[in-house]
């Protein structure tokens, strides 16, 4: 026969399991906000077992589940609420730019709904050098548009990388403006440009090393937030592929083995330890 002492086991023990239980759930809701996936799932990266979030930012309150999580997907925004962006248009060749003032936003208006299907390339100049990328811009016209209009603001100017991945995750994930990547800021990855379009591209999309591809909190959650691919990475076709890296991965391979500080979001990724800061972005025609 039980007693009062194993009544009082069992009511902690329940009490227990239901704080654990309430602690999952905020710490799902807070990485469904992060670079990869708005939804928690199962990804094969590099032969292991990665579960993929949203670009949400913030780690684990508990030492021990933060030593055993793996890496997870990048991820972006807060969820968004309202009409979902509409596909772009190829009959008109315009894009649909829905506006969007959740999480922390730097404001820069909407970009032009008619986009520029010209072939273009995308400089980067970083602190550390230049980065190229060639921008997929017939396959992903309304991602191209919204940077070379962000581009044209100066949005991305002074911004800086708020998340890498270690060795077997190997991404860096950039286009918050308002990141601080210093392992401190709980807000880091939250940050866009207060709109959001359709996601683009995403038949067939392979993330191999050099891909360039939006991060997000879900289907049509595109904002500012990209990450770049350093390895090959087996995932979902969740992430707009938009570029290839064509010159400057030696750069950021080479950020890669220092390291990132820790604060992260639990799962081995962090701010670098050596920063990548954005002096400017350019966006022009191919010669």
Do not use: W
Request: some cysteine.
């Amino acid at each position: 026969m039980a007693t009062g002492k194993d009544r009082q086991k069992q009511l902690a023990r329940e009490h227990y399991e239901r704080q654990m239980a309430r602690r999952a759930e905020r710490q799902a809701q807070q990485k469904r906000i992060a670079v990869i996936g708005t939804t928690v799932g199962v990804v094969v990266v590099v032969g292991a077992v990665f579960g993929a979030v949203a670009l949400a930012g913030g780690g684990s309150d508990d030492p021990q589940a933060a030593a055993s999580a793996s890496p997870s997907a990048p991820p972006s925004a807060p969820p968004s609420e309202g009409p979902s962006p509409k596909p772009y248009d190829a009959a008109s060749g315009t894009c649909d730019y829905v506006a969007d003032g959740k999480g922390a936003v730097k404001e820069v208006g909407l970009p032009p709904a008619k986009a520029d299907t010209k072939a273009k390339t995308m400089t980067i100049a970083t602190n550390h050098g230049d980065l190229v990328v060639d921008l997929a811009t017939a396959k992903a016209p309304c991602t191209v548009n919204s940077f070379a209009f962000l581009a044209k603001k100066k949005y991305f100017a002074g911004t800086k990388c708020h998340r890498m991945g270690p060795a077997s995750f190997p991404m860096l994930q950039c286009g918050d403006p308002l990141a601080k990547a210093d392992g401190k800021n709980p807000t880091d990855g939250q940050g866009g440009p207060g709109y959001r379009f359709a996601d683009e591209n995403l038949s067939g999309a392979k993330y191999s090393r050099g891909v360039v591809a939006m991060a997000n909190s879900g289907p049509g959650t595109n904002g500012s937030q990209f990450f770049i691919i350093l390895g090959d990475l087996q995932l979902p076709p969740n992430y707009t592929p938009f570029g290839t890296v064509t010159k400057g991965l030696k750069i950021l391979d080479d950020v890669a083995k220092k390291g990132v500080l820790e604060g992260g979001m639990g799962d081995g990724t962090g701010a670098p330890k050596d920063p990548v800061e954005f002096k400017s972005v350019t966006i022009s025609g191919k010669s």
